[in-house]
């Protein structure tokens, strides 16, 4: 999408930023441009931005970031021994992330930030652990942006948290994501019900008639 080609570009190239929804919305396709502009507008700088917001987890160093992608080749063997392969599928892109989120962290708005957190006694680490907590308790899925792309269904497969006498005011997590694919199913009753056949399958509740010979 194109708003993961601007989100990425004005991404840190240590940055990961996790939101709870799509940060941008599905509008008609009737919307007006500067309503379009608008909405883009509105998600990159929820993404983007150092800004503390409900929904968002944001780290503030990322170490390493992994992308995988991967494909499954199905095979089968032959009488003679061989395998022969004839079929493919793309498999679920899994994320891995290790870094930092601190109490201090340092940005051009940390002296802020900290002062913020002295005086009303908040733990920015621990914010961040309990939103894990959280997401990871829902298995809901969740939006991705990260320097190198965007992912708009992901879900939290793992996390570890540590913290130790060098990390201070902070900790240090390795997160693992795995992408997820919402397929809507369709249940549809049966055309006729027993006691229709029975009787000579005349119309039924949903409207469906099965005559039991050729008209």
Same mark, same amino acid.
Request: glycine letters at 8%; a negative charge.
């Given at each position: ?6 989100? &990425? @570009?004005? #991404?840190?190239?240590?940055? *990961? ?12 396709? $009737?919307?007006?441009?500067?309503? %379009? ?9 929820? =993404?983007?931005? &150092? *800004?503390?917001?409900? @929904? /968002?987890? %944001? ?10 992608? /991967? ?9 003679? +021994?061989? %395998? ?12 891995? #992330? ?7 962290? =340092?940005?051009? #708005? ?11 006694? %908040? ?7 309990? /939103? ?6 829902? +298995? ?7 320097? *190198?792309?965007?992912?708009? &269904? ?6 570890? *948290? ?5 990390? +201070? @005011?902070?900790?240090? #997590? ?9 397929? &809507? ?14 009787? +000579?399958?005349?119309? =039924?509740?949903? $409207? @469906? ?7």
């Amino acid at each position: 999408m194109a708003l993961g080609g601007i989100i &990425s @570009g004005v #991404f840190g190239l240590r940055s *990961i930023t996790i939101v709870q929804t799509d940060p941008m919305p599905d509008l008609p396709p $009737g919307a007006s441009v500067a309503l %379009r502009l608008a909405a883009r507008a509105k998600a990159v700088a929820m =993404v983007a931005t &150092s *800004i503390d917001l409900p @929904g /968002k987890w %944001r780290a503030d160093t990322v170490y390493t970031q992994t992308h995988t992608r /991967k494909r499954e080749v199905t095979s089968h063997p032959v009488e003679n +021994g061989f %395998r022969i392969s004839d079929h493919s599928r793309q498999l679920p892109v899994t994320l891995a #992330f290790r870094g930092v989120v601190s109490d201090t962290p =340092v940005d051009l #708005f940390s002296g802020l930030i900290s002062q913020v957190s002295l005086a009303t006694l %908040r733990s920015r680490s621990l914010e961040a652990k309990a /939103k894990l907590d959280a997401w990871f308790a829902a +298995g809901e899925p969740l939006y991705c942006a990260t320097s *190198i792309g965007v992912y708009p &269904s992901m879900i939290l497969e793992s996390y570890a *948290i540590t913290r130790d006498e060098a990390s +201070g @005011g902070a900790i240090e #997590f390795d997160l693992s994501l795995t992408e997820i694919r919402i397929a &809507s199913e369709v249940l549809a009753n049966a055309l006729v019900d027993d006691a229709a056949l029975l009787s +000579g399958a005349g119309p =039924v509740t949903n $409207g @469906g008639t099965l005559p039991m010979a050729p008209a």
